[in-house]
């Protein structure tokens, strides 16, 4: 039998139309406006904070939807973005610093959907709403904070090789290290070639001074690191605010553009996006009073510091190593079962760290965390923004053994506190400063403006579509229209499934999917009416219209389907969306198209003797 699917493949055809249908439905559903409670500090919200927040909410009489809690976070839902407002206001006064809370949209899908994993796609920041930031990465403070580093690199290199030096420091823009003698300065000469190949030597007239300075290469490799090591960390940064589907992306060398859909609270936007950060590790000082220095003598050399708890706590002046030194951290268990942050260093902190922990084993050491914080204040109905440098000890682990490139932290409380500390270890500090240059917030009404336009054209295209192809092909039109329904599910299910983000030129995507998904018909569907004036029979003219024109339509989506994966590849932002639903479109259109309506067209003519056909 010519036009006889196998089972197997009708099968299939109905197995991808149903999950299409099953990942797609989430799309139906909207959000709700909620507010959402995360910890800033390693301990998670406990069940006891949480069933307070919940009370907390009901006495101000604010009905919520729903009160969730999971994870350590709260989420509550609410009717209306008024009432959704009120809660987040009152709970931050309530709350404190150590708790973040953030505006958010929490989506709806019913449970037994959630349970399958099927979620609704992303909505970009012209369908939502939202903020759009350009920041500038200080490049000069990049280079600047690495000179530093190398400074106190420079004085260690030299107390371990027991040379004598005057001074070494930062003049002019070069590193400058002035020896006690001549003697002195060839072996330095010899060790800055050893263990310092990234800086460029100089020797001036002053017999005794060595000038060093970062190579081109090595300037431009850490304003590189910089930005990139900035991306990551706002990456993480943003999850404080709730947004799903963060856009972040480099432009020109040293400018970050981000953008934050769904974000209602642009003030904390700012604060957190702006805040500097870095990481220390300190050796504890154990050889003098604590307390003395709370009173105000620190003995010299140590410094005063405090941890989460408010405790004090004395450490070494002295920097083993910084944060943007460590090239990774993951969360794990030690030998005994109990909870540690496996970290790795690059080569410089590697090195630092064998030579501390080879005279240091028994010893405490602690990790620092240095922020600047950016504060949003109303001073004389004027907003200013207030940098607050903020410093605390936010874990002690006692030196187990000598260690260098790769170890691991202890000490700590909990699993929980174990990701949440090696998450700030790995892109917890900013290398660089940012600024905010420029600053654009996209309306949730104009977001729901840019939908309903977008659904109107989708809605008006298809119609006409429909209209022509069941007016123009008849039965065979109005399987050819089920094919195309069939397509628009598998693209919106197959854009869920990866949880891409839609936006404006997405949906243009689409609907350039369904003119290229009903032209595929046309052709198969034209070439069957000229076999049947041919005088063939229509279940031969059906098997030839099918099998001859399946060559020019590969050929044609194939060259579509070029010009797509180069948009993608070249394209940016929007273009990338455009592209992306393109692509989807092309492919499914291939299956739906061809396979879909043969599958109905076999259904209704395969078996049975047919002198004509409804096209």
Do not use: C
């Not at 406990?46 to 069933?51: D, F, G, L, V, W």
């Not at 839902?77 to 949209?105: C, E, H, I, P, W």
């Not at 004090?312 to 005994?336: E, N």
């Amino acid at each position: 039998m010519q036009n006889h699917f196998p089972v197997w493949k009708n099968i299939l055809v109905l197995l991808v139309f149903g999950i299409g249908i099953i990942y797609s439905l989430p799309n139906l559903y909207g959000d709700d406006p909620s507010v959402q409670v995360s910890s800033t500090i390693a301990t998670a919200i406990s069940q006891e904070q949480a069933n307070q927040v919940d009370s907390d909410i009901k006495a101000m009489g604010i009905p919520a939807k729903a009160f969730e809690y999971k994870d350590g976070k709260i989420l509550a839902r609410f009717s209306n973005t008024d009432d959704q407002l009120k809660v987040a206001d009152q709970l931050r006064d309530k709350m404190g610093s150590n708790y973040t809370v953030a505006l958010n949209l929490a989506p709806t899908t019913p449970g037994w959907l959630r349970a399958l994993g099927a979620q609704a796609m992303y909505l970009g920041l012209d369908l939502r709403g939202g903020v759009h930031f350009l920041l500038e990465v200080d490049m000069d403070a990049a280079v600047k904070q690495a000179e530093d580093r190398y400074i106190d690199d420079v004085r260690l290199a030299l107390r371990n090789a027991k040379l004598h030096y005057q001074s070494v420091a930062k003049d002019s823009g070069f590193i400058k290290v002035t020896m006690n003698s001549t003697d002195d300065k060839s072996a330095l000469l010899t060790l800055l070639d050893k263990e310092f190949h990234s800086l460029e030597i100089t020797e001036p007239e002053a017999q005794e001074q060595v000038w060093l300075k970062f190579s081109e290469k090595e300037a431009r490799e850490i304003k590189k690191f910089a930005v990139a090591q900035n991306m990551t960390t706002l990456r993480n940064r943003v999850n404080e605010l709730g947004v799903a589907e963060p856009v972040i992306q480099q432009q020109g060398e040293n400018r970050i553009m981000v953008q934050l859909p769904g974000v209602q609270d642009t003030t904390r936007a700012k604060e957190i996006l702006g805040t500097t950060a870095t990481l220390e590790y300190r050796l504890v000082d154990v050889d003098h009073d604590v307390q003395q220095a709370v009173s105000g003598h620190a003995p010299v050399g140590s410094r005063l510091y405090y941890d989460r708890s408010g405790a004090p706590i004395l450490l070494d002046r002295r920097v083993i190593v910084t944060g943007d030194q460590i090239v990774d951290a993951s969360s794990g268990q030690d030998q005994d079962g109990r909870p540690s942050v496996n970290i790795s260093l690059n080569g410089v902190g590697a090195s630092k760290m064998a030579k501390t922990t080879q005279v240091s084993v028994g010893k405490p050491m602690a990790v620092v965390f240095i922020e600047y914080k950016v504060e949003t204040k109303t001073v004389n109905g004027e907003k200013i923004r207030h940098k607050e440098k903020v410093e605390k000890v936010i874990n002690v682990a006692t030196i187990q053994g000598v260690f260098s490139k790769r170890f691991q932290t202890t000490g700590l409380d909990s699993p929980q506190e174990a990701r949440n500390l090696s998450l700030l270890l790995r892109a917890g500090a900013l290398a660089a400063p940012v600024d905010i240059v420029e600053e654009r917030t996209v309306g949730p009404s104009l977001g729901q403006d840019n939908i309903d336009k977008g659904m109107l054209s989708f809605v008006v295209g298809f119609a006409l579509v429909v209209l022509f192809m069941a007016v123009y092909y008849k039965l065979f039109g109005m399987i050819a229209n089920f094919a195309l329904a069939f397509n628009v599910v598998i693209v919106v299910a197959i854009l869920s499934m990866l949880q891409a983000t839609l936006t404006l030129p997405g949906i243009a995507g689409i609907i350039l999917t369904v003119g290229m998904s009903v032209d595929a018909n046309v052709l198969i569907f034209e070439r069957v009416k000229e076999e049947i004036k041919a005088g063939i029979t229509p279940q031969a003219a059906i098997f030839i219209g099918y099998d001859k024109a399946f060559a020019t339509i590969l050929d044609s989506h194939f060259t579509n389907l070029v010009v797509a994966v180069v948009l993608f590849a070249f394209g940016t932002g929007s273009v990338k969306g455009f592209a992306v639903t393109l692509i989807i479109g092309i492919l499914s259109s291939m299956f739906t198209a061809i396979t879909g309506t043969r599958m109905v067209i076999n259904w209704i003519y395969g078996s049975r003797r047919v002198e004509k056909l409804s096209i």
